[in-house]
């Protein structure tokens, strides 16, 4: 999809700090990052919500989530992980390219008072940088 910024970062057309590629699923640093190491994993074809995903594609994505779910604990010393996802305008989906959202999480984080900081392309590769050096 041409107007897809997902698309283009998948397809290294755009900028995007790589955490993880296989054949189905990428892995990359989320731009708006209201604490470090937060983690967009989504499909590598295009499918706008949830409901356009194969079963191949879901089963794909939530293994991929399993697994930097927990690189990001050991990496970030998170207490805990929000993993979200949105479908639709009423519900705050802003790309509509499928994409689950791995936030690390503190105690006391106040995380939504930092929701649109947009994150420098150089954190963002240290922080895929260390993410990529943790897996296994």
């Not at 590629?21 to 990359?28: H, I, K, L, M």
């Not at 106040?110 to 050096?133: G, Q, V």
Request: charged share 25%; net charge negative.
């Amino acid at each position: 999809m041409t107007d897809c910024i997902f698309c283009k970062i998948i397809a290294k057309e755009a900028a995007g700090s790589f955490v993880y590629e296989d054949e189905q699923v990428v892995a990359f640093m989320d731009i708006n990052q209201p604490n470090p190491y937060k983690v967009l994993v989504v499909p590598r074809v295009h499918a706008p919500m949830i409901y356009d995903l194969t079963d191949e594609q879901a089963a794909a994505i939530m293994q991929v989530a399993v697994k930097l779910s927990r690189v990001i604990r050991e990496v970030s010393k998170c207490e805990g992980m929000s993993v979200f996802q949105s479908n639709g305008r009423v519900a705050n989906q802003e790309v509509f390219h499928f994409h689950l959202h791995l936030l690390p999480r503190h105690e006391n984080d106040n995380h939504a008072s930092r929701r649109n900081t947009i994150t420098d392309r150089a954190t963002l590769d240290r922080l895929a940088a260390d993410l990529r050096a943790a897996l296994p």
